[in-house]
Every structure is written in structure tokens, then in C-alpha cells.
């Protein structure tokens, strides 16, 4: 069985999921069922999959999952880009975020290609 705390997309996705949370702490009230709880449970779900993923007994299976979490990447770039044009977030912090995304989705993509392959 695979050790899902051995990968480096899991631990940046943990990381991901920390900062993202940390990050909607500061979103207004109204948006604490809203967009807030969205952005975390997507950001919470990219490492999640990972790990869940890791436990089948297939590389087409595990590959499958990594698919789920790179979704989840996607949905919090969108969502990020909601909240800074909401005025959430700064510029600054939506491209601190997007750059990380952007490093996990390739990480993801180069990962599944290898499992694809073997």
C-alpha cells in the first residue's frame, strides 16, 4: 500500500488547503456559508483525494483520483478570482495562491502521466 504522507502533491496540497483556510478567515461574515465554505472544501478536497486515491490497488484507479484533485485546483483558482474581484483578497494574494495551484496542477499532471505509463 502507498504512503500518501510520502508525496510532495500531498504535502503541497496540504499546504494549499492551510493557506486557503487561513486566507477565508478574513471574508466577510455573510460569505461564511458562501463562497468561504466553498473555497475551503475545494481546497481541502486536493489533498484529501490524494490521499484517498492512494489507497487503490490500481495506478488507473490512484491516476483517477489525481484527476479529482487537480479539479479541485481549478475550482479554487475560479473561486479565488471571485473573491479578489469581490475585493476579498489583493492581487497580490490571488497570484501568491495562483502560483501555488499552478506548481501542484503540474505536479499532478506529471504524476499521473507516470502512472499512466508504467
Not at 476579498?88 to 506529471?110: A, G, P, R
Not at 499521473?112 to 508504467?118: E, G, S, V
Request: glycine share 4%.
Amino acid at each position: 500500500m502507498r504512503n500518501f504522507r510520502n508525496y510532495e502533491i500531498w504535502k503541497n496540497g496540504m499546504d494549499i488547503a492551510d493557506k486557503v483556510c487561513s486566507l477565508t478567515d478574513v471574508f466577510p461574515k455573510y460569505e461564511t456559508y458562501g463562497l468561504a465554505d466553498q473555497l475551503r472544501r475545494a481546497a481541502v478536497s486536493i489533498p484529501s483525494n490524494i490521499a484517498e486515491g492512494s489507497s487503490r490497488s490500481s495506478e488507473a484507479e490512484f491516476a483517477h483520483f489525481l484527476e479529482y484533485s487537480i479539479g479541485s485546483c481549478f475550482e479554487v483558482e475560479t473561486q479565488l478570482e471571485i473573491a479578489m474581484r469581490r475585493k476579498y483578497i489583493s492581487v497580490e494574494q490571488f497570484n501568491s495562491h495562483l502560483t501555488m495551484l499552478q506548481v501542484e496542477e503540474k505536479q499532478l499532471n506529471q504524476f499521473i502521466n507516470q502512472l499512466r505509463n508504467k
